[in-house]
């Protein structure tokens, strides 16, 4: 067994996720030893009074039945970090319902991406390795701790049926062919969102190492308006979420596009580092993300981009990474870090020009994992579902340390779909001419690192500066979510057993598969 059940108790925490599936190599689930202690382990990271007020603080979500009985605390019973000897605590943090939502037909964002991936991770039985939480949706409060408060109203209101009311507003809330108003958006914004804040919290309480959410990483969003297909910045509320306990967080960014309104947020600050690897000509969308944006103020020198050409390959990538990333993760010394696994960077990806394998893509995310560093990783763009699908089921099994059989489970809902393969690595390279150089990737690389000599000198952070108020959510609003939870957790064995069927929906849905 991976994990050693050290108690089966309350933890205080402001969260009110549960587990939809209680992990079976858990054994006895259902116990409570009291003669342990209630709060959970504090990582030596970070400051203990921060983290002793908030966990005294009693208005947080303490008494809804699902959280006071299921909510799990584990130690690894081995933690080497850096070595293969590191076993993190992994969750995975999934509502199904985030999958159901439509852009629009001709669309290339395909929500139901999310469904396939969920599919191939439970056939694979990745689930067993995992614990798996159904996050609720994050509340007005919570999309409001960066986002504007009149956007985010807009998007609350506004629907397919009365969008003709907000004329002007549309304009001024680029809305559009790339963020169109479709039904149900601002539901499927607070379920993405609610799933990020749910993995940044389990990684602050230290009941996770690494937090896993497909559905998040929508990196274009501002604070202001959409962008990019992305609506509410998930990474950025994640990321201002683990600053109040850590003082300096990593954003590692591998999606064909430049990771701008993540970027944009953290500019002028050196509390947060971002790294971005996408493509860039000036033209292609965002059309930001050259060498030269470094960072504004106390913030120069905490921003790094990597603007690749067309049909980079493998070995050119995951080197570049790698040289690039170490000397960061060294330097910086971030003591939580967001990885950005955006699947457009895959060859044949339909709005994509490189030409990088599952594998490949994968390693980069392996080699993170291997500094042993809290990490919560968040999906992307992506726009050929069943390739999204196999890689970050591929990356959930790099996170939990599987060995998976290429070829996919007979078991597989639509498995008919990843014809004629059935593999879970098709060859995606090889079709688009590599227009960077060694040369130039030499020059970008020395350019870059060149950068970091700045970075020596880690900032360190006075925590007692950072409110212990996690959420800033009203007693009648904690209240209902609880009275909501408590209601629907009567409902929850059925909608296990549902998770693990091809719903009516799914059928149906089954005709836009071929993209
Ligand atoms: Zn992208």
Redesign the pocket.
Known sequence: MRLKIVQRTFVKQTDVSYLTHHNPKHTNPHQIDKTTSTKPQIPITRNSSIMSSWLDDDSTFSTDRKTLSQTPYYEPTAKEFGGSGYTPRVSYHYNPDVSRYHYGVRHPMKPFRLMLTDHLVISYKLYEQMDLYKPRKATNEELLEFHSDDYIKFLESVTPDNVNKFASSLKKFNIGDDCPVFDGMFDYCQLYAGASLDASRKLINGMSDIAINWSGGLHHAKKYEPSGFCYVNDIVLSILNLLRVHPRVLYIDI???HGDGVQEAFYLTDRVMTVSFHKYNGEFFPGTGNYDETGVGKGKHFALNVPLQDGIDDESYIRLFKSIIEPVITTFRPTAIIQQC?A?SLGCDRLGTFNLNIRAHGECVKFVKSFGIPMLVVG??GYTPRNVSRLWCYETSVMTGQQLNSKLPESLPFRNFFQPDYSLHPNLGDRIDNKNSKKYLENLKNTLLENLRYLRGAPSVAMQEIPPDLQNITNDEEQAIIDKLNRESELDDIEEENRYWVTKKDEARKGELVD
């Open positions: 999606d064909l596009h955006g457009d992307g763009g």
